[in-house]
């Protein structure tokens, strides 16, 4: 083999082994991001899969038999980019989310849960690549229906959520 051959191969090797090395890097970075922003992702999928597990069960379930803890109410987000505060004061609504903060993309969606007197409690985030309402901006309950429309080839639940449900944007809300 000419020493030219040698060059390019070991050239080549070298390309092929910085790159792997820089890809495992930036995934490592991606998953220090994830627990830097304090936000729990392994309890928020647990969450879809809950979803997705009685999707397959049945056709219909309640939003408080996925999400069982104490809660009042939920608020659909539909605005990504507002924060809590903004969002409360945009639709004039008695919440206190102020820990809520606005997110910078289109394929994460949330959920805020509050309690009876408007107080946060939890705010779950879901992948729309995983998981798809069939429409947002409504105050959601723990009764509220959640009726599975279908489940893609990719995995991805499309759901509705049907019956005790308000859209908070409308002003004559209680």
Known sequence: MSSKVKVVVITIIGVFALSLI?????????????????????????YVKKIKKLCDAQ??????DVFQFEYDRAYVFKDNYMSGE????QYNLDISINQV????????RRIVFVDEN??????????????TLMEEGMIIYPETIIKKEGIEPNGRCIIELVGNYKYYYDRNID
């Open 22 to 46: 820089l890809l495992g890097i930036r995934s490592a970075l991606g998953t220090l991001k994830e627990l830097d922003d304090g936000y729990d992702y392994k309890k928020a999928d647990s």
């Open 59 to 64: 056709d219909e379930f309640l939003v408080g």
């Open 86 to 89: 903004s969002f409360a004061r």
């Open 101 to 108: 903060e606005a997110v910078d993309t289109e394929i994460l």
């Open 118 to 131: 408007g107080d946060y409690i939890y705010e779950f985030w879901y992948n729309v690549e995983k998981l």
